[in-house]
């Protein structure tokens, strides 16, 4: 579909580069940006595990409207079917989604995609949950501008944030996003 390692293009707007890249130039990327990121995410996690006794990486992402807000939903919550985090984590996010008067879903359309899948492992006390926000809560009408809804949901992402710590730290916490 053109969406994996290096997207060849976007939704609605069509292709995003002019040519085709050469295999030596793909493994140039993996090796200079793909790996080192995700290894360097890694250390975070082990050494943030190490510090707390766990670790719960959220990896935001943004999807177009699925339908009709109030028929659909509006936020996807992914753990690959509960392998990447425990359900615990799962039922926070909804709480604090629902609380908002936001409609959500788990894994479906979205399940969650390769960080999650590759970080993900609850019983290493590594959780890992995708979150697609829907860009209608956020961005005007034509998508491309901050819209009226942007303040709220900052203000859910961060009741998020705040619950899922809560949850793994058994207190309320001080956030820090990196």
Same mark, same amino acid.
Do not use: G, N, S
């Given at each position: 579909s053109g969406l994996g390692l290096v997207p060849r293009r976007v939704a609605g707007h069509g292709d995003i580069w002019t040519?085709? =890249?050469?295999d030596a130039e793909m493994v140039a990327r993996i090796e200079?940006?793909?790996r080192p990121y995700h290894q360097a995410l890694a250390e975070r996690l082990a050494a943030t595990r190490a510090r707390y006794g766990m670790a719960v990486l959220l990896d935001l992402h943004s999807m177009?409207?699925?339908g009709a807000p109030g028929l659909v939903p509006r936020l996807v919550i992914g753990d690959r079917h509960g392998t990447t985090a425990?359900?615990? =984590?799962?039922?926070?996010?909804?709480v604090e989604a629902r609380g908002a008067g936001i409609a959500v879903t788990r894994n479906a359309p979205y399940a969650g995609g390769y960080?999650?899948?590759r970080h993900g492992d609850p019983r290493r006390g590594i959780h890992a949950v995708q979150l697609e926000l829907d860009r209608s809560l956020y961005l005007d009408a034509a998508l491309e501008a901050q819209g009226p809804g942007f303040a709220a949901?900052?203000?859910l992402v961060r009741r998020i944030l705040a619950a899922l710590a809560t949850e793994a730290l058994g207190q309320p916490?001080?956030?820090?996003a990196e």
């Open positions: 040519r085709r =890249f050469r200079r940006d793909h177009p409207p699925l425990a359900t615990r =984590f799962v039922r926070r996010i909804e960080i999650v899948e949901t900052v203000l916490a001080t956030l820090a």
